[in-house]
């Protein structure tokens, strides 16, 4: 992908404040609130050139983690499927916007449930779709059973980025029409959840401000990865949602970059937010069994005869679904910096100043999509913690 493209594509994204897709440069005046409406900066915000600078050095790295998206070109799949006595609800197939779209998914895989007239479901998965849905059975008074052949810290979704990305690798464009509705109810019901998960001991879930950088003014570009297909971008439905960006005006801020946006997001530390939901579940009665099923006739001996099948990527070997695509994502965590406060994209990097440490991610390279090695190549993430502290060498202090 060609620097300028991509970049504005980090504009459009996470300057957005969220709705960011892994596309979605669109014209500035086409977004009702999200990055594309951007206003130009009036005022400093103090905090732009007071930034704490992130010790980016490699021997600061405490771990490199790989998982891989479950990617499916119609987007997730949320459907009821007969198997002998049991009804399974299948949820899975978020692409890159599991932890986002989780809430929303699991309220319509709830609704599917309930119409079974269950009071007793079983929950194959304890990753961010399997915890929120088991959550919003046990409240809605389901007795609820978790079975995973991994539970947290060692499932995939514990190495996601942990930022609000609804519309990120979540159908591909040519199915966007079909998902537009759906999505955009999962999209708000997740909103609406996560704002009742703010202010909690630990932070699981914050707003936090980043900058966008860029050597191009942000304008209409798409930002694809060359071997990636067109993705659906919906950012457009839901710009009420989230803070606008601000472009910031040349001189009021840090970079060396002569194109800044200043976003705001959520943000999930996710470290903190898994364990919050885990402890949720277990206070709420909960049981969590550790078990593999190797082919769909193995949940035949469960007791429950209502199940959900939140198995992510794992449900294209266990249902033999190859529609669930995986999409290979690898990220890089520095020694967590408190003070660091600010998200970054510029260039090839994203950082995420989760508390858990400084995530840095390399963003836009290839090879990808359809690629199931979870081997990770640390010295693609020691590049971008390089480039991150050239970055940081050139940022103005004072
Ligand atoms: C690099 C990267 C960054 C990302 N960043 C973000 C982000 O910032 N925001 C966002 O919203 N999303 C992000 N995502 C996407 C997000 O991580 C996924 O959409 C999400 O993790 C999917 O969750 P899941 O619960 O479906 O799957 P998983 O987390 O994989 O959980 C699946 C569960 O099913 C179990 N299971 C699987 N197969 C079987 C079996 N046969 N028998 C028994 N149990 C089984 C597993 O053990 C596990 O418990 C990112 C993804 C990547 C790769």
């Given at each position: 992908m060609q620097r300028r493209q991509f970049l504005c594509q980090a504009g459009a994204t996470l300057a957005a404040a969220s709705t960011v897709g892994l596309v979605g440069c669109t014209p500035a005046t086409t977004r009702p609130g999200g990055s594309a409406a951007a206003a130009v900066g009036t005022h400093l915000q103090t905090d732009d050139r007071q930034l704490a600078p992130i010790h980016a050095q490699i021997d600061r790295i405490t771990g490199v983690y790989v998982c891989t998206r479950p990617f499916r070109a119609a987007g997730p799949r949320i459907e009821m499927e007969r198997l002998g006595e049991k009804t399974v609800v299948h949820n899975y197939g978020h692409g890159g916007s599991g932890w986002s779209l989780s809430w929303g998914s699991g309220t319509l895989a709830l609704h599917m449930a309930q119409s079974t007239g269950a009071t007793e479901l079983g929950v194959i998965g304890c990753g961010a779709i399997g915890l929120t849905t088991a959550l919003l059975a046990q409240r809605a008074g389901l007795a609820v059973r978790i079975y995973a052949k991994e539970l947290p810290p060692d499932v995939f979704s514990m190495r996601a980025s942990g930022l609000w990305t609804p519309d990120s690798r979540i159908c591909q464009a040519t199915h966007a029409p079909a998902l537009a509705e759906r999505w955009e109810m999962m999209t708000r019901l997740s909103y609406a959840r996560y704002q009742s998960l703010l202010g909690l001991p630990g932070q699981p879930v914050e707003w936090i401000e980043g900058y966008s950088l860029s050597d191009a003014p942000f304008g209409k570009f798409h930002g694809d990865v060359p071997d990636e297909p067109e993705y659906g971008d919906f950012s457009d439905r839901v710009g009420d949602l989230t803070p606008r960006s601000v472009e910031l005006a040349p001189g009021s801020h840090p970079f060396p970059e002569p194109y800044v946006r200043r976003y705001t997001t959520l943000m999930f530390n996710i470290s903190s937010y898994a364990n919050y939901l885990l402890n949720e579940f277990r206070a709420a009665g909960g049981h969590i069994e550790v078990r593999e099923f190797h082919q769909p006739s193995d949940l035949h001996a469960l007791p429950e005869r209502t199940l959900v099948n939140?198995?992510?990527?794992?449900a294209r070997a266990l249902f033999k679904d190859d529609s669930v695509i995986p999409v290979r994502g690898q990220t890089a965590r520095l020694i967590p910096q408190p003070e660091v406060r600010y998200g970054l994209r510029s260039g090839n990097i994203s950082v995420v100043p989760r508390s858990d440490g400084i995530l840095v991610q390399v963003i836009g390279d290839a090879g990808n999509f359809n690629n199931p090695d979870t081997t990770p190549h640390r010295e693609a993430s020691e590049a971008a913690v390089r480039e991150l502290a050239d970055l940081m060498s050139q940022m103005r202090r004072g």
């Amino acid at each position: 992908m060609q620097r300028r493209q991509f970049l504005c594509q980090a504009g459009a994204t996470l300057a957005a404040a969220s709705t960011v897709g892994l596309v979605g440069c669109t014209p500035a005046t086409t977004r009702p609130g999200g990055s594309a409406a951007a206003a130009v900066g009036t005022h400093l915000q103090t905090d732009d050139r007071q930034l704490a600078p992130i010790h980016a050095q490699i021997d600061r790295i405490t771990g490199v983690y790989v998982c891989t998206r479950p990617f499916r070109a119609a987007g997730p799949r949320i459907e009821m499927e007969r198997l002998g006595e049991k009804t399974v609800v299948h949820n899975y197939g978020h692409g890159g916007s599991g932890w986002s779209l989780s809430w929303g998914s699991g309220t319509l895989a709830l609704h599917m449930a309930q119409s079974t007239g269950a009071t007793e479901l079983g929950v194959i998965g304890c990753g961010a779709i399997g915890l929120t849905t088991a959550l919003l059975a046990q409240r809605a008074g389901l007795a609820v059973r978790i079975y995973a052949k991994e539970l947290p810290p060692d499932v995939f979704s514990m190495r996601a980025s942990g930022l609000w990305t609804p519309d990120s690798r979540i159908c591909q464009a040519t199915h966007a029409p079909a998902l537009a509705e759906r999505w955009e109810m999962m999209t708000r019901l997740s909103y609406a959840r996560y704002q009742s998960l703010l202010g909690l001991p630990g932070q699981p879930v914050e707003w936090i401000e980043g900058y966008s950088l860029s050597d191009a003014p942000f304008g209409k570009f798409h930002g694809d990865v060359p071997d990636e297909p067109e993705y659906g971008d919906f950012s457009d439905r839901v710009g009420d949602l989230t803070p606008r960006s601000v472009e910031l005006a040349p001189g009021s801020h840090p970079f060396p970059e002569p194109y800044v946006r200043r976003y705001t997001t959520l943000m999930f530390n996710i470290s903190s937010y898994a364990n919050y939901l885990l402890n949720e579940f277990r206070a709420a009665g909960g049981h969590i069994e550790v078990r593999e099923f190797h082919q769909p006739s193995d949940l035949h001996a469960l007791p429950e005869r209502t199940l959900v099948n939140a198995t992510g990527y794992g449900a294209r070997a266990l249902f033999k679904d190859d529609s669930v695509i995986p999409v290979r994502g690898q990220t890089a965590r520095l020694i967590p910096q408190p003070e660091v406060r600010y998200g970054l994209r510029s260039g090839n990097i994203s950082v995420v100043p989760r508390s858990d440490g400084i995530l840095v991610q390399v963003i836009g390279d290839a090879g990808n999509f359809n690629n199931p090695d979870t081997t990770p190549h640390r010295e693609a993430s020691e590049a971008a913690v390089r480039e991150l502290a050239d970055l940081m060498s050139q940022m103005r202090r004072g």
